[in-house]
């Protein structure tokens, strides 16, 4: 039984071991690089670039040119009874209607011919379409990165916070040996005693709590990965030094220039112009001609073809009356997005410059009550003041370690943002 209880605890500490050679270390910026190459909703949607690329080859084709074929056959042969339609033909026998002489043949083969630039711009306009399904997927690409990076800095906040109960829970550990002491020496009563046990065990349950968010969160990641290894966050790299020193005119200059949805902005409004192009020249009717080969009776003609439909009524006025209104459109849109670029990042700017100066100002909180409480803790161990003091200092050297982990989140937080909102977020 021995043996057996050994058996497993090697297995699972060797399994422990195994998962963690396995776990793959994942920086804030790698992370970016697995979400663009990997995520799963993301390779799909890449489809509609094979979508966009198909209607650039459907432009690209000629209209195929019509073939008729028609055979008329004489109702009334010559029977050579004149006055009686009926009657057999001189010599008995039914008509043979395989012969030229009672049949005639029509062959015509015809082309539809584009005009006024249809051609050409139908092919403009697909692929003018075709950029703006590449922004569009650019921009789904920007808001999934940002979900991703957003549950990254969830994860990393959820294993902070873990660390600092546990570093909490072990003075409180080392509390609890210390008072257990002193209450069989009869120097502090029992309720001073299971004061600190209550403590040690409500920082117990809320690092349960937070391992589990951790590892929902990792697991979460994980599938927005697409990678079956386990995940091991990095906290290396996460700010790119420039970016701390940028201006907010450098920031407003990438948000007008890479964002991307600024650049579907763009493109939509050259697509809308293409198409007011392509539906002007449609207003021009487009030439159906060809060549007839007709043998009648076996006696043979030869003839040309001609269709070209009068534009009386129907001139495409609905559909360039249409188009011109996606021109107008796309253009007051763009000028509504640059503007509200430039407002975004203005203010995403600001918050992160005041996110910036509060964890400083939270260093050094967290810096005088790790000297507090190493001054309170010496005098309590001294008797120079009571558990009640010790403890309350606690409470607040905790609250000012989550504080500045918080303070931290919102700090990285401000910095995704402005990534975002710039469109820098695509670099790495």
């Known amino acids: ?120 711009l139908g092919i403009q306009l697909a692929k003018k379409n075709l950029q703006l399904s590449r922004d569009n997927l650019l921009e789904f690409e920007r808001n999934t990165l940002y979900l991703v990076q957003s549950k990254w800095i969830d994860a990393w906040y959820f294993e902070e916070k873990s660390k600092t109960l546990e570093i909490g829970r072990k003075y409180l550990e080392e509390l609890i040996k210390t008072n257990k002491l002193r209450y069989k020496n009869q120097v502090i009563t029992k309720t001073e005693l299971d004061r600190t046990k209550i403590l040690f065990e409500l920082y117990s349950i809320e690092i349960n709590l937070q391992r589990q968010y951790s590892e929902n969160s990792l697991n979460s990641l994980r599938y927005l990965y697409g990678i079956s290894t386990n995940v091991e966050l990095e906290e290396k790299e996460f700010f790119i030094n420039e970016d701390l020193t940028r201006e907010l005119s450098q920031w407003i200059e990438f948000g007008l220039s890479k964002r991307s949805d600024v650049l579907v902005a763009k493109s939509l409004k050259e697509s809308s112009g293409a198409n007011l192009k392509l539906q002007e020249s449609n207003a021009y009717p487009r030439p159906d001609a060809g060549l007839i080969y007709n043998p009648q009776n076996n006696d043979p003609y030869v003839g040309t073809f001609l269709t070209i439909p009068i534009a009386v009524n129907n001139r495409n006025q609905g559909n360039i ?55 309170v803790q010496y005098s309590y161990l001294k008797g120079g003041t009571s558990v009640v003091d010790y403890l309350e200092v606690q409470r607040n050297w905790f609250q000012t370690q989550i504080g500045l982990i918080e303070a931290s989140v919102q700090y990285r937080r401000g910095y995704l943002q402005l990534l975002y909102l710039s469109g820098r977020i695509h670099d790495k």
């Not at 993301?42 to 209209?63: E, F, G, H, I, N």
């Not at 004149?82 to 083969?109: E, H, I, T």
């Not at 011109?324 to 700017?349: C, G, H, M, P, R």
């Open 321 to 375: 009356q249409k188009a011109k209104a996606d021109v107008l459109q796309s253009s007051k849109e763009l000028e509504a997005k640059e503007n509200l670029v430039v407002t975004e990042i203005q203010n995403s700017y600001r918050e992160f410059i005041v996110l910036r100066d509060n964890l400083e100002k939270y260093e050094k909180i967290v810096q005088d009550a790790n000297e507090i409480r190493e001054i």
């Open 1 to 120: 039984m021995i043996l057996m209880h050994l058996a497993v605890k090697f297995i699972c500490l060797f399994l422990i071991i195994v998962f963690e050679i396995l776990a793959e270390k994942i920086s804030f910026w790698k992370s970016i690089e697995l979400v663009k190459k990997n995520n799963p909703i993301l390779v799909a949607k890449r489809y509609d670039l094979d979508l966009a690329k198909a209607d650039v080859t459907t432009a690209s084709l000629y209209p195929n040119p019509m073939f008729n074929k028609q055979i008329l056959m004489q109702a009334r042969p010559d029977t050579g009874n004149s006055g009686n339609p009926f009657a057999l033909p001189s010599g008995g026998g039914s008509p043979n209607y395989l012969d030229g002489k009672y049949r005639q043949d029509w062959f015509q083969v015809t082309q539809v011919f584009p005009v006024a630039g249809q051609y050409q």
